[in-house]
């Protein structure tokens, strides 16, 4: 019997979910692993980045990566799940670009606060800039977007409630960006909500291709 393409698109988007929950796993599990394995590192003062540096750093390399992948097995999943409003095209192209900046962020390291500057911190902190913009408004745009198609609108309060959140982290990120003050605690939890709408997305997805 020949597998028609009705049958193999919501299988192909749920293969896309479970990737990207698999990538946002292993990266929410590299950083934990990452504290132990670095507790010189004080939380309060380092953000996530710096773990980068040092004996460990292709640990923190990976997290690029999984994270990097996890992105686009997201994007490609909600661009095959009905959303197709101009807003979610955005949503999803935004999403990408941070794919992207991701991959750049793990090839350059960055500079640990205090040390000396080189070209691959200023590259590192281009990037992060870049990818912390795109992802932000991505989870607006697809956030919103949700509520314009029938199979999402059920879950676009939940999405909302976690970009809330998201902006506030970030807030109170850049408001901590100084000397004394902990900053590394306030990139944890933005990198902790954010993650929380990558894997409730995700899995909201893997959900609806198999419904």
Known sequence: MTTTNAETAPALTSFFATAAIACFTYALLTIIVLHV????????????????????????????VATSCGCLMLLLGLSRSGLNSITARLGVLLLGIASIGLLVSAVFPTDLAGGPRTRAGEIHTISFLVNIGSIIVATVLLSLSFGSSPRWRTYRST?????????????????????????????????????????????????????
Not at 39 to 63: K, L, N, R
């Open 37 to 64: 394995l670095r507790p010189d590192y004080a939380p309060a003062s380092h953000m996530i980045s710096d773990y980068g540096v040092g004996p460990y750093g292709w640990v923190m390399v990976t997290w690029f």
């Open 159 to 211: 999405a909302v409630v976690l970009t809330l959140l998201i902006l506030v982290a970030f807030v109170i990120q850049f408001r901590t960006l100084h000397r004394g003050m902990p900053y590394g605690l306030a990139n944890r939890l933005f990198v902790a909500v954010l993650f929380a709408w990558f894997l409730a997305t995700a899995f909201r997805l893997r959900t609806l291709a198999r419904g």
